[in-house]
């Protein structure tokens, strides 16, 4: 890779391992470049883990990937882990097995490490108190491997967002309590991101299969078939969600970690004529919708336009009473009453959308006012 900035793409149709494996011997672990560089170094592996769903559901990073990987770092003598912090009160087990990723690192002798088992650490960045997994000082070396999604907070999730896994399972729950909305929690990634980037090798997005609609668990999955890469994250989700329809500099956490990496969208290559191959049609309007209009208005007006304009996650009758959104309630908004029954207080809640991106059964709609629902339709243009 000749710059830094360069995000390399390759059209792939379904998971087909030779094929992932040789772009990624082409890309970056080719032999004369960065493989020397890991002999004898512990590498850590972060897919994204979001919870206990099957690799077809497209919320978590498909299991081929990380064997291509895998099969690569073996040719040299490293030590391999993989690990990732789920959120919120999730059965770590349960995760591995569901994801596929079990079963792969008993193939390959690869260890599985848990990031929430590890001692907590914390630095200041800014007057921002970042709390990270100790595992992250003990390793070399991070290999990013995200999941191409829309996100209902963040509009988008990629190589920045899936980095949020260093931070330890329950404190998750503080951040989304502390930084409530998106640009909070987007100026708070940033200075996470500024924190721990230094020992990502490289970052990549699993496209191939990824999520539209109302991601990043609760959507719909779609063929994208691509494979993004690149050793620079924030350049990787400017491309990448610019693929999917967005608008990239409008997402608050796209356009503040380019600024952080000293990167200008006019400064990123490609192998890929990735502006005049836009996929068409991506299902983008409905987490692009708040951020578009409400961040846009006067502060002024806010209040008003907020008793007009809102949306709120609804428990509904597919709910499996499996309590993983109770457990993961960063405000302790979600009551139970005494027949076990799931109900949110919409007056405790604020907004954050954790149980909606938790529930392994979709059982949590974001319902909206009719004036929200009426300017929907327009969020796709």
């Not at 490293?78 to 097995?97: F, H, M, Q, R, W």
């Not at 691509?226 to 994250?233: Q, T």
Request: charged share 20%.
């Amino acid at each position: 890779m000749k710059t830094k900035n360069k995000v390399l793409i390759k059209r792939i149709d379904e998971y087909d391992l030779e094929k992932i494996l040789a772009f990624f011997k082409r890309s970056l672990l080719h032999k004369d470049s960065v493989l020397p560089r890991l002999v004898n170094k512990t590498i850590l592996l972060k897919p994204n883990l979001l919870g206990a769903y099957a690799p077809e559901r497209a919320v978590t990073t498909h299991p081929v990937i990380l064997e291509a990987v895998i099969q690569i770092l073996q040719t040299i003598d490293c030590k391999i882990l993989i690990g990732d912090s789920p959120g919120g009160a999730l059965n770590y087990d349960l995760v591995l097995e569901k994801c596929g990723i079990q079963e792969l690192a008993s193939k390959y002798n690869v260890e599985i490490v848990n990031l929430n088992k590890y001692k907590v650490l914390n630095t200041n960045n800014s007057g921002y108190s970042i709390a990270y997994t100790q595992l992250y000082e003990e390793v070399d070396y991070i290999i990013n491997l995200a999941k191409y999604k829309t996100h209902s907070l963040m509009q988008f999730t990629g190589a920045v967002k899936n980095l949020y896994g260093l931070v330890p399972g329950l404190k998750k729950a503080d951040y989304h309590r502390e930084y409530p909305n998106s640009q909070k929690f987007a100026q708070f990634l940033t200075k996470l991101y500024e924190t721990v980037k230094g020992k990502v090798l490289f970052s990549v997005i699993d496209g191939i299969v990824g999520m539209e609609g109302k991601g990043p668990s609760g959507g719909n999955p779609r063929n994208f078939g691509y494979l993004f890469v690149s050793e620079c994250p924030s350049s990787l989700d400017y491309v990448a969600a610019s693929m999917m329809g967005f608008k990239a500099l409008d997402i608050d956490l796209i356009r503040l970690t380019m600024q952080a990496d000293g990167v200008l969208p006019s400064r990123i290559a490609s192998n890929f004529l990735w502006q005049e191959n836009i996929i068409p049609n991506v299902d983008i309007g409905v987490v692009k919708l708040r951020n578009r209009i409400l961040n846009k208005i006067p502060n002024s007006i806010s209040t008003i336009f907020q008793a007009f304009f809102w949306y709120k996650p609804v428990i509904t009758d597919r709910c499996k009473k499996c309590n993983i959104c109770f457990n993961s309630c960063p405000v302790n908004a979600i009551k139970i009453d005494d027949e076990g029954n799931l109900k949110i207080d919409d007056k405790l809640c604020i907004r954050c959308l954790c149980c909606h991106e938790f529930c392994p059964h979709q059982a949590i709609e974001i319902r909206k006012s009719s004036f929200a629902n009426k300017i929907i339709p327009q969020a796709n243009n």
